[in-house]
């Protein structure tokens, strides 16, 4: 069976963004937090575009999101609750391990 995490969504200041999320519209997500952190790397936005990563399966591109994320306040538990889902899912998945250390 598949295991379904409610994942926490941090607060945004981008009006839709946790609509998006919570509907599973990750990919119209992914654009608008690209965006918006190209401009601004609010780490909020950095860490819910790696929880849309994660979501589709990215665990690269999450692991990378999640990292600057947390860079940017490391003091912030659910950045380091991402970060620590994907170093569990490398441990847990030696294919998933290669994937991503091949990036």
């Not at 790397?41 to 999450?62: H, V």
Request: with cysteine; aromatic share 6%; glycine share 6%.
């Amino acid at each position: 069976t598949e295991e379904t995490v409610s994942l926490t969504i941090a607060n945004s200041d981008h009006p839709n963004i946790e609509i998006l999320i919570e509907a599973g519209a990750y990919d119209i997500a992914i654009e608008k937090l690209q965006q918006a952190t190209a401009e601004d790397p609010d780490p909020n936005d950095l860490y819910n575009l790696g929880l849309c990563f994660e979501a589709i399966g990215d665990y690269g591109l999450a692991q990378t999101t999640y990292r600057e994320a947390w860079k940017a306040d490391s003091e912030n538990l659910l950045f380091t609750q991402g970060l620590g889902r994907i170093e569990r899912l490398r441990r847990e998945n030696p294919q998933l391990k290669r994937q991503l250390e091949s990036r």
